[in-house]
């Protein structure tokens, strides 16, 4: 009796146990390949520049209209100050509840340059530019190019994806930058327009928990987020397989993949920056 009770549990558990292996074995992949993208970055710099050039202006303007069919630039900025708009009416509404509007410019300072900024970023990267790549990379995989640039003795991952991690590195600080100055002017117009609140008040708060360095590791936490986002959708465009079909499978678990590891690297290197007990910098409140 326990033998066939057996046999048909292990049945049940087998493809869970397959679905483990295997995420496991893509993980591993994923890390390899990483590693070699990473060991190639030197050389793609030296090499291949021209072409980070284009990659560079691909990604900030594109090709067709700033919104519509063109780059990030315009995308960042309208999502950020939509958002920066968003923590300004309910940001001041949830502080003027408990009678502490006034610190509303120190909520900007901080929320803005240490979370939405560099987490819309990241998704902008990923929703825009991310898709692309990997869009751009499957087809050329599926037309068999990939292949035929390795027949030439181009080393395909450093022209294709060494190349993109460095223009995605280039072009995401004047993204982020464009973003942080939208939504921080976002915020303030809510603040102090819409809601009345004295200019120099804001401007006092916000000044105050705002010290240079946070904007540095803001900066370096979007860098980190353009790093995990391009990575992954330059990953799943070079293993891409199956024709058309694949490709667009391939972009899907992509952007899948790359908005689940922002949410989880924006905590992390936020509690590496700042700590687990962060203090408000210039009133020394805080653990």
């Known amino acids: 009796m326990a033998v066939p009770f057996a046999g048909a549990l292990g049945r049940k558990l087998a493809p869970w146990a397959h679905r483990g292996l295997a995420g496991i074995a893509e993980a591993g992949a994923q890390f390899t390949f990483a590693l070699r993208v ?22 900030s303007f594109g090709s067709a209209t700033l ?44 929320v803005n340059t240490r979370e939405l900024a560099p ?13 692309g790549f990997t869009a751009q990379l499957g087809a050329m995989r599926i037309a068999e190019e990939i292949d035929a640039l390795d027949a030439m003795s181009i080393r395909s991952l450093r022209f294709l ?10 072009a995401v600080i004047p993204l982020y930058l464009v973003g942080l100055f939208a939504s921080y002017v976002a915020t303030r117009l809510i603040v102090v327009n819409a809601n009345g609140q004295s200019g120099g008040n804001y401007d006092y708060y916000f000044h105050l928990v705002l010290p240079p360095q946070d904007i ?7 860098l980190v987020l353009a790093m995990i986002v391009t990575m992954i959708h330059c990953y799943y465009g070079y293993t891409a397989r199956g024709g058309p079909e ?24 936020s509690f590496a920056f700042w700590g687990v007990y962060p203090t408000l910098p210039g009133t020394g409140a805080g653990r």
Request: without cysteine; hydrophobic residues 60%.
């Open 67 to 110: 919104l519509a069919g063109g780059g990030s630039v315009g995308v960042v900025f309208a999502m950020s100050f939509v958002t920066g708009s968003q923590i300004g009416f309910e940001g001041f509404r949830g502080l003027d509840l408990v009678g502490l509007s006034p610190l509303a410019g120190a909520m900007s300072g901080l």
């Open 161 to 170: 994806v060494a190349t993109r991690m460095i223009a995605a590195f280039v």
């Open 216 to 222: 540095l590791l803001s900066l370096l936490k979007a």
């Open 246 to 269: 694949g490709v667009g499978i391939a972009a899907g678990r992509a952007l899948r993949t790359s908005i689940v590891l922002i949410m989880i690297a924006d905590i992390l290197v």
């Open 38 to 59: 990473l060991l190639e970055l030197p050389a793609a710099a030296a090499r291949h520049w021209r072409h980070i050039v284009r990659l560079v202006a691909e990604i």
């Open 119 to 131: 987490v819309v970023a990241g998704i902008a990267l990923a929703a825009k530019v991310g898709t």
